[in-house]
Nanobody, 115 residues
């Protein structure tokens, strides 16, 4: 059983920054790629960034140059550093991992970018 717990969301002004965290438990964390997704009201859930067990990251075009995904395998935690936030970044952000073909999701953390 894999459990993912996100934290770090909140209300921030345009141009501001937030750092999201996702703590994982229940498996060998360092073996698996981890992803951050987001879902805005009325829209489909979309991939924001992904990082392999070895630390290779890739990003959605909307996140490139502004967001940074990282992981601390010793703490079984993956992070999403978000800078230069825009109103269109407003969404619920979810942490994700696939283990043996099963997708696991956290409960999500709300990010609201508004003045």
């Amino acid at each position: 059983q894999v459990q993912l717990v996100e934290s770090g969301g909140g209300l921030v002004q345009p141009g501001g920054s937030l750092r999201l965290s996702c703590a994982a438990s229940g498996s060998v964390f360092s073996m698996y790629a981890m992803g951050w997704y987001r879902q805005a009201p009325g829209k489909q859930r979309e991939l924001v960034a992904r990082i392999t067990g070895g630390g290779t990251a890739n990003y959605a075009d909307s996140a490139k140059g502004r967001f940074t995904i990282s992981r601390d395998n010793a703490k079984s935690t993956v992070y999403l550093e978000m800078n230069s936030l825009r109103s269109e970044d407003t969404a619920v952000y979810y942490c994700n991992v696939y283990v043996s073909g099963i997708a696991y999701w956290g409960q999500g953390t709300q990010v609201t970018v508004s003045s």
